[in-house]
């Protein structure tokens, strides 16, 4: 398998490209070989099924129905050469961090005096996730906003996802990723620049201001670290909504408490990630594990491989997982479940300008009163009445628009 620029293994990536000098920024493209497409077409036909679930709802976890239908369309209908297209139509490079190949996406725009600004994803995500907001940010006066809110945008794929490479050693955890992105942004010739992430990108969009305000003007963030610890204990702990709580607040809670219940995967993940590796052999496999990421998104999904198109489609969620697939990249990118130290979800020490935006399905939606102590400098907070974990995915306008009007206050 080869790409322009790099040379890669089929059908993963090398952690560093042979012959590549550190520091250089090299162009990347990615064409997929038939033969790897027409395997995991094979793959997905020769699937040996379980019987149904002995429930009607997911409490057992992804649907068997399902999983049944998303495989009908993807060995049947999906095409993978679509998505190609649109990476292709995108300016992609590769360059050597700390001894990783990084790979990311880097579109300036053509408006005088954009801002630069580093989005990162999360899992079950990759850089797949924010393709819906690349033209929003970095044109806006193409797709209804003003000139002073263009963006230079840039959008890194996390070591061991994607294109990116495989780390071979321990340490590649949130600290040593938000170092890499400080790095990579001065590399681009942005001293100071703005930061924005959900999921694992929302924590280390967090670590990042911590570690470097200097760099970071300001954040943005669709999954808040705001719980207070104590309070995040105690859902951890299954205890009973503490008293004296806002409903707001008791709400966020209950919704913390039910996450903590349902998230075997990270509990596999962050003890035992290599377990995991049948998802490495079985793109159905696979696709079951990322689909049952929380409760609210899983049956977002089932609906819409039952027909009804909200806000996710098949194809969002097939390029992501083909993605993943033929990258070879399940299982290291689980790992950076195992290599962090951090509380999901409790406050980091933030002190540089914050823009929060709180969705309603989202695995707690963070109240203002968490937020403002959280984050001392918080310029923007948005409560949404829709959308959920992937915000810049599912609701791309609101996204941006938290994005432009939190970020309008403050000069680079």
Request: aromatic share 10%.
């Amino acid at each position: 398998m080869k790409t322009d620029g790099t040379t890669v293994d089929a059908p993963g990536l090398k952690a560093k490209a042979s012959g590549a000098k550190d520091g250089a920024i090299r162009p990347f493209k990615f064409h997929a070989t038939q033969a790897d497409l027409d395997d995991l077409k094979r793959r997905i036909i020769a699937t040996r099924w379980p019987e149904k679930e002995t429930v009607d709802d997911q409490t057992q976890g992804t649907p068997l129905a399902t999983m049944k239908a998303l495989a009908e369309y993807w060995a049947t209908k999906y095409d993978w050469r679509k998505v190609e297209a649109k990476l292709d139509a995108l300016p992609q490079f590769m360059t050597e961090i700390d001894g990783l190949d990084i790979h990311f996406i880097h579109l300036r725009s053509k408006h005088e005096n954009a801002k630069p600004i580093i989005i990162t994803h999360g899992w079950p995500g990759s850089i797949i996730e924010q393709l819906k907001i690349i033209g929003p940010l970095s044109d806006p006066t193409a797709h209804g906003g003003m000139a002073e809110d263009a963006f230079h945008v840039v959008i890194p794929s996390i070591p061991g996802y994607g294109f990116s490479g495989k780390p071979d050693t321990t340490g590649w955890g949130p600290n040593r990723i938000a170092k890499a992105w400080v790095t990579l942004m001065k590399r681009l010739g942005y001293e100071k620049f703005f930061a924005q992430g959900g999921d694992w990108g929302g924590l280390i969009t967090d670590v990042m201001s911590v570690q470097s305000p200097e760099n970071v003007l300001g954040m943005a963030t669709n999954f808040p670290c705001t719980v207070p610890p104590e309070i995040n204990n105690a859902a951890f702990g299954g205890a009973p909504a503490p008293a004296g709580l806002s409903a707001d607040e008791t709400r966020a809670y209950d919704q913390l408490s039910f996450s903590y219940k349902h998230v075997a995967y990270a509990l596999i993940m962050g003890s035992r990630p290599q377990t995991l590796l049948a998802t490495a052999d079985s793109p159905v496999g696979l696709a079951t594990m990322f689909l049952d990421h929380d409760q609210l998104s899983l049956a977002l999904i089932s609906r819409a491989f039952a027909g009804k198109q909200e806000g996710l489609t098949r194809d969002d969620v097939l390029d992501n997982i083909t993605l993943t697939w033929l990258t070879n990249t399940a299982v290291s990118a689980y790992r950076i479940y195992w290599e962090n130290k951090h509380p999901f979800v409790s406050p980091f020490g933030v002190t540089v300008p914050v823009v929060v935006s709180a969705f309603p399905d989202e695995l707690y939606q963070a109240p203002r009163s968490w937020a403002e102590k959280a984050y001392p400098n918080m310029v923007y907070y948005k409560k949404h009445n829709k959308g959920g974990h992937f915000a810049a995915w599912e609701q791309p306008e609101l996204l941006v628009e938290d994005i432009r009007e939190g970020f309008r206050s403050i000069k680079n």
